[in-house]
């Protein structure tokens, strides 16, 4: 069997960073925080659904806990006069309190728009499950999708997967509808991935989204852009 590999676990150190960033040098506490960690995004995918959230990042030190929600409604999460940020702070601090940690750290909820949700992977698998929880045709859910996306400038290409019991079948199957170029095999290139669950009264229908942004050509070290190699002429005889 072939061995697939998740397009950003293996671009991390290359154009991707890791989603939890610990600012502490403790290997005692690695099963704590990633406990914690797990945690907070269960609480947050519950509490955020339908608001657009791209992603969900989480730094730590040894005093506080950082918190950044990406979305590109963050208006819906911010409330009134910031009531939904409160709240939100409220439900994390509950959740700290029922684990065993050896230092409750201060909490900072951090939010930031994602200004084109079209090149974003996961915000547009969850308009593809909106629309199929609608009970709109998952064909046409697929291409309006794909439409929108191919119209940013920044995407050059797409692939969405469904696969269940697609418009209520017996048996379940898959369908897919690709645009443009996905080379999975490049690492330099910015691909983005997510996989969604539509939850629908005759089942469950997975979705998986792929979504080429270019690539990137960048130096890690230094962070500047790569100049394009020059060919090398031979010297002439004679």
Same mark, same amino acid.
Request: proline share 4%; charged share 35%.
């Given at each position: ?18 989603? @939890?960033?610990? +600012? ?12 914690? *960690? #797990? ?12 608001? @657009? ?10 005093? *506080? ?15 009134? @006069? ?7 702070? !409220? ?8 684990? !065993? ?19 974003? #992977? ?6 593809? #499950? ?12 697929? !291409? ?6 191919? #119209?940013?400038? *920044? ?13 209520? =079948?017996?048996? $379940? ?19 983005? +991935? =997510? ?8 089942? $469950? ?15 890690? !070290?230094?962070?500047? $852009?790569? $100049? ?11």
């Amino acid at each position: 069997m072939t061995h697939v590999a998740h397009p950003y676990v293996q671009r991390i150190g290359v154009n991707r960073d890791w989603k @939890s960033r610990w +600012f502490t040098a403790d290997p005692k506490k690695f099963r704590e925080y990633l406990r914690s *960690d #797990a945690e907070i995004r269960r609480l947050l995918t519950k509490k955020l659904k339908g608001m @657009s959230v791209d992603t969900v990042e989480i730094e730590r030190n040894q005093k *506080d806990i950082r918190i950044i929600i990406k979305t590109a409604r963050p208006g819906l999460i911010i409330g009134r @006069s910031g009531e939904g940020v409160v709240k939100l702070k !409220k439900d994390i601090d509950m959740l700290l309190r029922t684990q !065993k940690l050896t230092n409750k750290p201060e909490i900072k909820l951090d939010i930031e728009e994602v200004r084109s949700p079209e090149s974003s #992977a996961n915000i547009v698998g969850q308009m593809i #499950a909106e629309g199929l929880e609608k009970r709109l045709t998952f064909r046409r859910v697929m !291409k309006q999708s794909i439409e929108k996306v191919m #119209a940013n400038r *920044d995407v050059q290409g797409v692939r969405i997967i469904l696969s269940g019991r697609l418009g209520g =079948a017996d048996m $379940a199957r898959k369908e897919e509808l690709k645009k443009g170029r996905i080379p999975l095999q490049t690492l330099r290139a910015d691909i983005d +991935f =997510a996989r969604v669950t539509a939850r629908l009264p005759y089942g $469950a229908i997975g979705i998986k989204v792929w979504i080429y942004r270019g690539q990137v050509f960048t130096d890690r !070290k230094s962070g500047q $852009a790569e $100049a394009p190699s020059r060919p090398t002429r031979a010297p002439r005889k004679g």
